[in-house]
């Protein structure tokens, strides 16, 4: 029999001979390592995730290691298109579920929406609903959202800035909570009417509130997103928090805030006696609620949840699009304010649209077709959208329980099933053979004459600031009119 202090001193080994036994029948052992720990423990990319250091140690870990690297004895990461986002993505691996799933953090109320779902099958059925209000046709043809877009142009925008300006002594404009702003107005338009939306502009304050409750919790998100279990545990057994209790108050703070536009629009479309306005028709609401009371009927689920399915869902979309494209705006004046040339150019071809955009212009914005034909427009926007992508990091997703092959064809591994892969937009645009001097804003890159395949690998094979595959932002086109192709 063992004696106690023989027990205790057998512990370590037992424990390090597991790891080693676990590390050699590890097929990701073939697979080059990020760090010296990755294959026998995930505590190595946990304390670079903790630590928010996880972008510029995977960027450094790809240029020296190639397009796959192994994380963890769990975990990889890819940076090529074939062997790669392709496979991954376009190929359609899922999001996971249960403790699998990073995306049930994005869950609202409780109950998973779109983004959340981790399921290809239930998350299919839910895109089908939304894909025709977000499509490039309905889009650039949506007389609701020409008259929204026109509304806070010129009657909130605008007079802002010449407000703004106009000041004696100016101060400092805050360029990135207007366009959050902005942006939260317009897509709360398109999603529930102008007047049951938000009106973010023309109340600072409120403006000022909403934008701290929701940037203050984004230090917060590692313990719920990559420990879900123990967060969970250490709250239930111990009634230790590793989240600060006033990150709940803020998701609820905006979850009343959401339903109460929902309210608003729900409260508008039972009005049968009054014609609602053009520009208060709530487009996504009333086609995401119609299909969801259907989806609900057929099913014979209950109906109980019915109005918070439909706030989940549209919540995510407030929340996707107002943050990812004020992001996006606020780099691209940044931008501009360095280069005076590419101002100019910008503001000429502006100019050209009929009506032009200025404050003095009749108070409509010209047609979104003739926008999205814009040549200089779209590669200023391109252009950042490819060097400051809003989402610039790992998109994780499960491999198939059969596992599956990774990497290009002349260095693919083996990854077994239910392992986690990702790809990241920041590193995929930071390719120098598809973007020369990528650390450069250069808009002009994507006017220059380059073959037809290059232009390819340049717009859809390596772009991917919205994502590829069937879990693609479903708002590009209400972020830029212009198409995009899946690699
Ligand atoms: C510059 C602006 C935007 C960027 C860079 C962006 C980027 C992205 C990315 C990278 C994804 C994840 C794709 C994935 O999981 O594979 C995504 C998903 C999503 N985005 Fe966007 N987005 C933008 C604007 C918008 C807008 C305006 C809306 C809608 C109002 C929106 C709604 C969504 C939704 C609902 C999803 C989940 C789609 C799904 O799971 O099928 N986004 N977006």
């Not at 025709?132 to 026109?150: D, F, H």
Request: proline share 7%; with cysteine; net charge neutral.
């Amino acid at each position: 029999m063992l004696s106690p202090t023989m027990l205790i001193l057998s512990l370590p080994l037992l424990l390090l001979s597991n790891i080693l036994y676990k590390y050699l029948r590890n097929p990701l052992r073939q697979v080059p390592a990020a760090h010296p720990l990755a294959p026998f423990t995930s505590l190595w990319i946990l304390y670079i995730r903790f630590h928010a250091l996880e972008n510029q140690t995977l960027r450094a870990a790809h240029e020296r290691l190639g397009p796959i690297i192994c994380l963890s004895p769990h975990e990889v990461s890819v940076n090529c298109v074939k062997g790669g986002i392709r496979d991954v993505y376009a190929g359609g691996m899922e999001k996971g579920n249960g403790r699998f799933n990073w995306y049930s953090f994005f869950t609202n109320y409780g109950i998973p929406n779109m983004f959340s779902l981790g399921g290809n099958k239930e998350h299919s059925v839910r895109k089908r609903m939304l894909s025709n209000v977000y499509s490039k046709s309905v889009v650039t043809s949506s007389a609701p959202l020409l008259a929204q877009s026109s509304v806070i142009f010129y009657q909130r925008f605008f007079p802002y800035l010449e407000r703004t300006f106009s000041q004696a002594e100016p101060g400092v404009l805050n360029i990135y909570a207007l366009f959050s702003a902005t942006t939260m107005d317009i897509v709360c338009a398109y999603l529930f009417g102008l007047a049951s939306g938000s009106n973010l502009i023309d109340n600072p304050n409120e403006l000022d509130h909403f934008l701290d409750l929701f940037n203050s919790r984004r230090s917060h998100n590692f313990f719920p997103q990559e420990m879900p279990e123990l967060t969970q545990a250490l709250q239930k057994w111990f009634g230790y928090r590793l989240v600060p209790e006033f990150v709940n108050r803020s998701n609820e703070e905006i979850e009343s805030w959401t339903k109460a536009m929902c309210d608003r629009a729900s409260g508008l479309l039972r009005q049968s006696d009054v014609e609602i306005k053009t520009v208060d028709t709530p487009v996504v609401y009333q086609q995401l609620s119609a299909a969801i009371a259907k989806e609900v009927k057929k099913s014979g689920m209950e109906k109980v949840d019915l109005d918070l399915r439909i706030a989940s869902e549209v919540l995510d979309h407030l929340a996707a699009g107002f943050d990812t494209s004020g992001i996006t705006l606020a780099y691209l004046v940044h931008e501009l304010s360095l280069r005076p040339d590419v101002q100019y150019k910008l503001r000429e071809e502006l100019l050209s649209l009929s009506p032009p955009m200025k404050p003095s212009s009749t108070p409509t914005l010209p047609d979104p077709k003739a926008v999205d034909a814009l040549p200089f427009l779209h590669a200023v926007i391109w252009e950042t959208l490819r060097l400051h992508s809003a989402i610039p990091g790992p998109q994780p997703r499960i491999t198939p329980s059969s596992g599956c092959r990774l990497g290009p064809e002349e260095r693919s591994y083996y990854i077994p099933g239910n392992f986690r892969v990702s790809a990241s937009a920041g590193l995929l645009h930071s390719n120098e053979d598809v973007y020369p001097r990528a650390t450069e804003w250069r808009p002009e890159r994507w006017i220059e004459e380059v073959d037809e395949d290059k232009r390819k690998d340049m717009e859809s094979r390596w772009f991917w600031a919205f994502g590829s595959g069937g879990r693609m932002c479903v708002g590009s086109h209400l972020a830029v009119y212009r198409k995009l192709e899946s690699p």
